[in-house]
């Protein structure tokens, strides 16, 4: 790779300020506490932009990476947010913007959990308090927000195909720009990067891939990728880079700050680094290196910057680097959530404890999905549980300490995970397949044609479904009923609360055929799950409540999928109490989304409906309220004499950006106010 040739300030590191450097006593800090306060950072408040990088000593970027932790720590504590990954970057942050000349050379970050530091040093240090929230920054790269953020990201494995793409339209175009990726080892079991690196080799890409190894994406890696980096890191050997950029051999300086447990206890004492699984596809290979010594950092990247074709880095790093409660736990700490106000006095204090413990807390929804796994595993033997990934945000812990031979984490792989479960089914078992919405859109083909074609015995629990709050449009689950709903033979059900997602998993579970139950991230309204679990019939929904008088001029029924219901009630009461609104409102729970209840759609049609609304927390186009309007006009006997008219109420044709879930419902017409408002417009 070459330095872009608009970069003539592109840094070389000399061996003797590394030298001298190194002779330092290490300046790394450990914290225990997250400051209140905002901490003094003098050499980071002088960093406006990574140019002013360039007049740093090797020594003042070491304390500035103290600094950057630090601040990093403090604004996790105003704002919340990803924490234990960008923890972990900070040297390999810094040493990047010092030795790359962005927005001119491209670094391209994989998910973006860890590119808060990123962030700070590209401009966005004033708002960093912002993230995640309303108008504020985004959680991840956006190449709206920035010109330093090359590539939107959200979902995993995206980071070396972009950089391919990006690589090879500047080679086309004859520019020289250096394109480096930032890909985790969690990440990296995506099959999308190595399809990435398989293309890389075959186009003799100039691309640097720098391999963050932490031994965890979310939750711990596992696999034998895993295992083959665990061999790279554990035999003591490096393939250290010369000062031509040749491979040596060599034994791995001791690293006392790296004592980490034996990762994979049945590995080889000494691996042939030679071979490793990236020098076999065709990469150029250098590692493992503490991607917590800078000057190493420097000396390594100066130099991989400068060579032809593909390179790969591979760095280990620990998450939550610096931050001693982080290192101890990295999968309680991979985000965090704002600290809470501090009390005014200990009265007040014991007060608010004594509150707490008195209110029970509504389960949440993935904790509702644990418990149906693991009472319905105690009574059939059948039941296998697949996620990629998310043990701990699905809800499966429980269920996989019970059931540890019943529970596979197949890791970042959904296209897998959803073919696995079809493979399973072939043979008598009852996969269910545990996914967040919006990676289901990455298993979808194999979803049509692996398991809906064959209608294979296959049930996906549907987590983190409708807005998502603060991780805004990447992860929002607003497609699913749209795509899932044209495929045949699947049925959807959307629960409106916790006993009925309980009892819809139990149903769908009972059913023979390939199913879906969808809901959403979060707590519930508090109900009860009653036992034993019910199977309810199914395509059957159920009218909530009829509010106002029969001899209403106007009769509206109001339809409403999923935990929208409780919306549509409250917004049907506002209209009932505001005398000037004559009508009756029918509130209907219509639970399923596939079958619908046509039944109940032709008798409220023969009762004398005049208007019609669904209600939805997912896109208007495509959705529950498509699947209404398409059964009136095509199918339904009684519309043809009566027809009511009809207002589908959901997501408008845009992605919604991050805020809170309210302030997400309000920006889309789906809080009471927005609902009541549209109603209105209706029956007006």
């Not at 990296?188 to 891939?209: I, K, S, Y």
């Not at 061999?231 to 980490?260: H, K, N």
């Not at 014991?350 to 595993?377: E, I, N, R």
Request: charged share 20%; aromatic share 8%; glycine share 8%.
């Amino acid at each position: 790779m070459q330095q872009s040739p608009s970069s003539p300030q592109s840094h070389s590191v000399s061996e003797s300020a590394i030298d001298s450097a190194a002779q330092l006593s290490n300046l790394q800090q450990t914290y225990t506490v997250i400051p209140r306060v905002r901490p003094q950072t003098p050499l980071l408040d002088g960093i406006a932009s990574p140019s002013d990088l360039n007049g740093l000593t090797t020594t003042q970027l070491m304390t500035l990476a103290d600094e950057l932790r630090l601040f990093l720590l403090y604004s996790a504590g105003q704002s919340g947010g990803h924490f234990g990954a960008n923890l972990g970057v900070v040297e390999l942050t810094i040493a990047l913007h010092y030795l790359l000349e962005a927005p001119a050379d491209q670094i391209v970050w994989d998910v973006g959990h860890q590119a808060y530091a990123h962030k700070v040093l590209t401009g966005r240090r004033d708002q960093i308090g912002t993230i995640r929230s309303k108008d504020g920054l985004t959680a991840f790269p956006e190449r709206a927000e920035s010109e330093y953020d090359t590539f939107g990201v959200g979902h995993s494995s995206t980071s070396i195909s972009a950089g391919l793409g990006m690589s090879l339209a500047l080679r086309y175009q004859g520019r020289t720009q250096t394109v480096a990726c930032i890909i985790g080892d969690g990440a990296m079991t995506g099959g999308m990067a190595f399809e990435a690196m398989n293309d890389a080799v075959q186009q003799n890409a100039d691309l640097l891939v720098i391999l963050n190894d932490n031994d965890m994406s979310i939750s711990c890696s596992i696999g034998g990728f895993s295992r083959h980096l665990a061999t790279l890191w554990e035999s003591g050997y490096q393939v250290d880079i010369s000062d031509t950029g040749a491979p040596i051999l060599c034994r791995r300086p001791d690293m006392q700050t790296f004592d980490r447990r034996k990762r994979h206890k049945e590995m080889r004492d000494v691996p042939q680094l030679e071979d490793n699984l990236f020098k076999a596809i065709g990469f150029t290979y250098f590692g493992p290196f503490d991607g917590h010594d800078i000057p190493e950092l420097l000396r390594v990247l100066s130099i991989a910057k400068q060579l032809k074709g593909p390179v790969l880095v591979h760095i280990y790093t620990t998450k939550g680097k610096g931050f001693a409660p982080a290192e101890l736990d990295p999968v309680g700490y991979h985000a965090i959530s704002k600290l809470p106000e501090e009390m005014q006095s200990d009265s007040n204090q014991s007060a608010a404890k004594k509150t707490a413990t008195d209110k029970k807390p509504a389960l949440k929804y993935s904790q509702v999905f644990g418990q149906f796994l693991c009472d319905k595993a105690n009574t059939d033997d059948k039941l296998l549980a697949i996620t990629p990934a998310m043990e701990e945000g699905s809800g499966m812990i429980d269920f996989a300490r019970q059931f540890p031979e019943r529970f596979f984490d197949v890791a970042i792989a959904e296209q897998h995970a959803v073919t696995l479960a079809a493979g399973m089914a072939t043979q008598g078992v009852k996969p269910i397949v545990a996914i967040y919405s919006t990676f289901l859109q990455r298993g979808y083909d194999q979803l049509i044609h692996d398991v809906a074609l064959q209608n294979l015995d296959v049930m996906f629990a549907i987590d983190r479904a409708g807005l998502v709050g603060e991780d805004g449009a990447t992860h929002a689950g607003v497609f699913d009923f749209a795509f899932l709903r044209c495929v045949p033979n699947m049925l959807i059900a959307a629960p409106k609360n916790e006993n009925e997602c309980y009892h819809l998993l139990n149903t769908c579970y009972e059913y023979e055929g390939c199913t879906a139950v969808r809901y959403p991230r979060g707590a519930g309204t508090g109900a009860v799950i009653e036992q034993p679990a019910q199977t309810y019939n199914i395509g059957e929904a159920v009218v909530e409540s009829v509010l106002g008088s029969d001899a209403a001029p106007k009769k509206l029924a109001l339809l409403a999928f999923g935990t929208m219901v409780a919306t549509a009630q409250q917004a049907a009461e506002s209209l009932i109490t505001e005398r000037e609104w004559d009508c009756q409102v029918q509130v209907v729970n219509m639970r399923w989304v596939k079958p619908l209840d046509s039944a109940l759609l032709e008798t409220l049609l023969t009762q004398g409906i005049t208007h019609i609304a669904t209600l939805e927390e997912h896109m208007i186009m495509g959705g529950a309220g498509s699947a209404v309007n398409e059964y009136l006009l095509n199918e339904s006997v009684a519309f043809q004499h009566s027809r009511p008219a009809i207002c589908n109420i959901g997501i408008p044709d845009r992605f919604i950006a991050h805020g809170s879930q309210v302030e997400q419902w309000a920006d889309s017409g789906l809080d009471v106010d927005g609902v009541t408002a549209q109603l209105k417009k209706l029956l007006s």
